[in-house]
């Protein structure tokens, strides 16, 4: 799942013929990470077919002296897109699928909520976000985890109506690419994780590198998180029901649950700059006519205005691919993916005319560093005099957050003194929407509760806020909270639920506002 913060980044780079890095690079990101207070990182960046920087900084996880190197795996979030394409890639050279099948024809029992959108949709559409779908829809399903199983989250799809008509608009999903990782299955037999694993990681050399989403959070000798990421992706295999091991959402691997280090990101960067030539001349990971349709762009992207300091970084055209952004940074086309998952973020970037490519990894919230960094190598690669990004983008992340904490403050400042319109008891009961599933509110020590019956541990009390709503108040407190509306009918009963996130720089990937619960049929 890319997150807000991360999903309008202008990835940039570029490089002249095998130029090192800035002089002073690893002393300046050094003194960064400190004075933002990013407990770890990892760094590659390769330059016509050499790693000219692969290392690691900082520690694993706070309280801990564990350093990270350059074999640190960090979960990279929905860079992982272009790994779920690369196994359909080596699908398609092997002649078992093409780009434009229907995704009806290879995954039987599919469906949308439109029945000629599931009949036209093909394994394109699924990767470049045209769906029709709105922002994160339906990421409520593995997010921040679930038990259910891939197949009944795919299943479940039919019942997200869209927000546009098919093919109309961009509008950034991670649900497809969970459908493409069980197309994957239905054509090989295997799970998303057992093939990536073994004919994309292991095909390239990638020897850290993992699908195992217990291990990117449960192994304590791999990079540790330190705060959390206000959205998630990842991991798992397709049982009926995924116990306790549902660390965020596993079911959605496919659209962003890998684990991988900067040594392997090196190999992974070198591989895309050489169009799926493995570094050595040692064969090849896909075809170049694969990799050709990776980078076509395929839809556009809105490009926001930027002003001030950022006006320099203003694209010209953005445009999505398969599993990647394409967009030019001050006339130098990119190519680059963000990724956010709970407490760890990256970017992998390419500039396909210099041969260079670079990627950051870090184990804490604080893309700023990410993004700075990123237009410091951007502007040495391609010749642009320094500039000071990290400092002027921590300086409008600042003043970003206290525009929000200021809008929310006005808002919270003045609730009506009015309602609830029912006794407590009243407002009891079990909930239904078609695509999440159920809620069970409760009623305990003159209170309501709130259960998200799909979702293990995301349950707390209700506190009422004005009128009929109420506000969540999670006992998992990584989990954004909720207003939590109450509709009555005409006899005073309830007839739906709605809800929204209560801060405005809540991450997408918590898309409340498109639930709509009813009650839920007696059990006879």
């Given amino acids: 799942m890319k997150s807000l913060f991360l999903a309008p980044l202008m990835f940039l780079c570029g490089a002249a013929a095998l130029a090192a890095p800035p002089s002073g690079f690893e002393g300046r990101v050094e003194t960064l990470r400190r004075d933002i207070g990013v407990p770890g990182m990892a760094i590659a960046i390769v330059e016509n077919d050499q790693v000219t920087l692969a290392k690691g900084f900082g520690v694993k996880r706070l309280g801990a002296s564990d350093p990270v ?4 795996i960090f979960p990279t979030g929905s860079t992982g897109k272009a790994f779920t394409v690369a196994a359909l890639g080596i699908l398609v050279d092997e002649g078992k699928i093409s780009w434009d099948d229907k995704v009806i024809d290879r995954l039987p029992g599919f469906q949308m909520y439109d029945a000629w959108v599931t009949r036209e949709m093909t394994i394109r559409d699924l990767l470049v976000h045209r769906s029709g779908l709105g922002l994160g829809a339906g990421d409520l399903l593995f997010v921040p985890r679930t038990n259910l199983s891939r197949a009944e989250s795919v299943r479940r799809l039919r019942y997200i109506k869209p927000a546009t008509s098919f093919r109309s608009a961009y509008a950034y999903d991670n649900v497809l690419y969970m459908v493409a990782g069980q197309l994957i299955e239905s054509v090989t037999g295997e799970t998303w994780e057992r093939f990536t694993a073994d004919h994309v990681l292991k095909a390239a050399g990638m020897r850290n590198s993992t699908t195992d989403n217990e291990t990117h959070f449960a192994n304590t000798d791999r990079a540790q998180p330190h705060a959390r990421m206000n959205g998630g992706l990842r991991g798992a295999g397709d049982q009926s029901m995924l116990n306790e091991r549902d660390n965020l959402g596993s079911t959605a691997s496919p659209a962003g649950g890998l684990a991988v280090s900067a040594n392997d990101m090196a190999r992974w960067l070198m591989i895309q700059l050489n169009n799926g030539a493995l570094p050595g001349n040692s064969g090849r990971l896909f075809s170049e006519a694969a990799h050709d ?13 930027r002003s001030g300091p950022m006006a320099l970084t203003q694209p010209m055209f953005n445009a999505y691919a398969l599993g990647w952004d394409v967009r030019d940074y001050r006339g130098t086309k990119i190519v680059w993916h963000g990724g956010a998952v709970f407490g760890f973020q ?4 390419l500039i396909p005319d210099k041969h260079v490519g670079f990627s950051i990894e870090i184990n804490c919230e604080d893309g700023e560093i990410i993004l700075g960094l990123m237009y410091e190598l951007l502007d040495h690669y391609i010749g642009l005099p320094a500039d000071t990004w990290p400092e002027k983008i921590r300086a409008q992340k600042t003043q970003r957050v206290q525009q929000a904490l200021k809008a929310y403050q006005t808002a919270a400042a003045k609730p009506a003194k009015v309602g609830p319109s029912l006794a407590l008891a009243h407002y009891v009961g079990t909930y239904s929407d078609p695509w999440y599933g159920n809620i069970e509110i409760a009623q305990s020590k003159g ?4 259960d998200f019956k799909s979702t293990p541990r995301m349950g707390g009390t209700l506190e009422h806020w004005q009128y009929d709503s109420f506000i969540t108040r999670f006992d998992d407190k990584t989990i954004e909270p909720a207003y939590v509306t109450f509709g009555l009918d005409a006899d005073g009963k309830v007839e739906r639920v709605t809800m929204k996130a209560v801060s ?3 991450d997408f990937s918590y898309d409340y506002q498109d639930l709509l619960f009813t009650p839920a049929p007696n059990p006879k």
Avoid: E, G, N
């Fill in 504 to 506: 405005p720089l809540a």
């Fill in 447 to 450: 209170a309501l509760t709130i």
């Fill in 293 to 305: 349709q990776m980078w076509t762009p395929v839809v556009l992207q809105p490009v926001a205005p």
């Fill in 346 to 349: 990256t970017a992998v970037v």
């Fill in 69 to 72: 190197d350059a074999d640190t």
